[in-house]
């Protein structure tokens, strides 16, 4: 069975800062990998998603992540956040096919100051 | 741009009654899935659905839940006897095409006491 960690709980940035939020997890196989936002009061949306190919991901809003197979990594990255992104961020993975269910992650909380 | 639905937006219920969530998932998707969430944790699978049967499902979906497609439109989860512990926010998501993206509804809180 898979699972997903995310190492920060709780992250406060100022406004302009560069983010990057961790997320690594268990699977032998072949992964799909996924960041979802949920701002406040709404619902899950996705950010970007990673099946095959280039390991570099952009997603919407100017996020990216990086995944890195031998550490078992999909790290979640802004060069420079704003009040907007204030909002609950998952990592979630499924495996090995794409129409399998979501395992989530516990989600970070990202708190952007103006 | 197509969405997922969810009615009610809160339900709040007495411990044993029945509850029905219902999710309209975007039309021309094939894959249905049932998520919860219950406050302070992460986001738990229950159940997936297609071809009109259940797929796959985890340990928390026992006897007391259901689901059905009874109209090709909607989606339902039904809790036979609700207990304290079903209290959460309850997520339905449809995926279509190759894209395999899930679609996420906003979500039914349940409120059971």
């Known amino acids: 069975a898979q699972s997903v960690s995310q190492h920060n709980h709780h992250v406060i940035l100022s406004e302009a800062a560069s983010l990057e939020l961790g997320c690594n997890y268990s699977y032998g196989g072949t992964v799909n990998l996924f960041w979802y936002v949920q701002y406040p009061g709404q619902h899950l949306q996705l950010l970007l998603k990673y099946f095959s190919g280039d390991p570099l991901v952009k997603g919407i809003k100017g996020f990216e992540a990086e995944f890195i197979k031998s550490k078992f990594s999909f790290n979640l990255r802004k060069p420079s956040v704003q009040w907007s992104d204030t909002a609950e961020y998952f990592c979630?993975?499924?495996?090995?096919?794409?129409?399998?269910?979501?395992?989530f992650g516990t989600g970070t909380k990202l708190q952007v100051i103006p | 741009e197509p969405e997922v639905t969810q009615t009610p937006s809160h339900q709040v219920t007495q411990m044993g009654q029945e509850v029905i969530l219902r999710c309209v998932p975007i039309?021309?998707?094939?894959?249905f899935y049932w998520y919860r969430q219950i406050l302070g944790q992460k986001v738990e699978f229950l159940v997936s659905f297609y071809n009109n049967e259940i797929s796959e499902k985890s340990e928390i979906f026992d006897d007391q839940f259901s689901v059905e497609r009874p109209d090709g439109s909607n989606f339902t989860l039904k809790i036979r006897s609700t207990k304290l512990e079903d209290s959460a926010m309850y997520f339905c998501a449809s995926l279509g095409g190759r894209t395999y993206e899930q679609y996420f509804g906003p979500g039914t809180r349940l409120t059971v006491t």
């Open positions: 039309s021309n998707h094939l894959y």
């Open positions: 979630a993975v499924n495996a090995p096919r794409g129409y399998q269910k979501v395992t």
